[in-house]
């Protein structure tokens, strides 16, 4: 009997040493405390609140877990507003939602609980706007982006045909003169063989 009078005094000890250290804001040597007191769904409620302020979200997750299991109405209230708050850190609002109404279920009067719903919800409201907006103007960009390529390259193919119909139009003088150089040449030749058809015809 002595024996477990005297484990129950060690753990109350403990625990009263964890909440002045977490009181404190010493956070690591509240764990260390809160680990050396017997198992129960208290421990693990305290464990999770440290592990939280020494932002090991995943391990917070875990114990806050394990302390929603308690029958306890006001431990278990307090375990989902806190494993709300994990999700919250997390960025997963959708079940940090649903942590507080938890929460709330258990304690309609619970007001941080209530007040962290509405603020969560509020967010995840303006975060859909804001992404709706964004995709608004990515699609604005997209086609403005597309219209702009369009038009460059309507552009490009009018300069390009400007180049052709200019190049066609060098050829076409090229071939003219040398057309007419041609034509002149073969009669320069007809009057030479003409003059000297001449020329034999007097000798």
């Given at each position: 009997?002595?024996?477990?009078?005297l484990?129950?005094?060690?753990?109350f000890?403990?625990?009263?040493?964890?909440?002045?250290y977490?009181?404190?804001n010493d956070?690591?040597n509240?764990?260390?405390?809160?680990?050396?007191?017997?198992?129960?769904?208290?421990?693990?409620?305290?464990?999770?609140c440290?592990?939280?302020?020494?932002?090991?979200?995943e391990?917070?997750?875990?114990?806050?877990?394990?302390?929603?299991?308690?029958d306890?109405k006001v431990?278990?209230?307090?375990?989902?507003?806190?494993l709300?708050?994990?999700?919250y850190?997390?960025?997963?609002y959708?079940?940090a939602?649903?942590?507080?109404i938890e929460?709330?279920?258990?304690?309609?009067?619970?007001?941080?609980?209530?007040?962290n719903l509405?603020?969560?919800?509020?967010?995840?409201k303006?975060?859909?706007?804001e992404e709706?907006?964004?995709?608004k103007?990515?699609?604005q960009?997209?086609?403005?982006?597309?219209?702009n390529k369009n038009?460059?390259?309507q552009?490009?193919?009018q300069n390009?045909?400007?180049?052709?119909?200019?190049?066609?139009?060098e050829v076409?003088?090229?071939?003219?003169?040398?057309?007419?150089n041609?034509?002149k040449?073969?009669i320069?030749k007809?009057?030479?063989?003409?003059?000297?058809?001449?020329?034999?015809?007097?000798?």
């Amino acid at each position: 009997m002595k024996f477990i009078i005297l484990i129950g005094i060690i753990n109350f000890f403990y625990n009263y040493l964890g909440i002045y250290y977490f009181n404190k804001n010493d956070y690591k040597n509240s764990k260390i405390y809160f680990e050396k007191t017997e198992n129960s769904f208290i421990k693990q409620y305290n464990l999770g609140c440290s592990e939280f302020r020494l932002n090991n979200l995943e391990l917070s997750e875990k114990h806050l877990k394990l302390a929603t299991k308690s029958d306890d109405k006001v431990l278990k209230s307090y375990s989902y507003y806190n494993l709300g708050n994990v999700y919250y850190q997390k960025n997963d609002y959708q079940k940090a939602v649903l942590s507080y109404i938890e929460a709330l279920k258990i304690n309609p009067d619970f007001y941080e609980a209530r007040y962290n719903l509405s603020y969560v919800l509020l967010k995840m409201k303006k975060q859909k706007e804001e992404e709706k907006e964004e995709n608004k103007n990515n699609f604005q960009n997209s086609v403005s982006n597309k219209n702009n390529k369009n038009k460059k390259n309507q552009e490009q193919k009018q300069n390009s045909n400007m180049q052709y119909k200019n190049d066609l139009n060098e050829v076409e003088k090229k071939l003219k003169v040398e057309d007419y150089n041609f034509k002149k040449n073969m009669i320069m030749k007809e009057m030479e063989k003409n003059q000297n058809n001449n020329t034999k015809t007097r000798w």
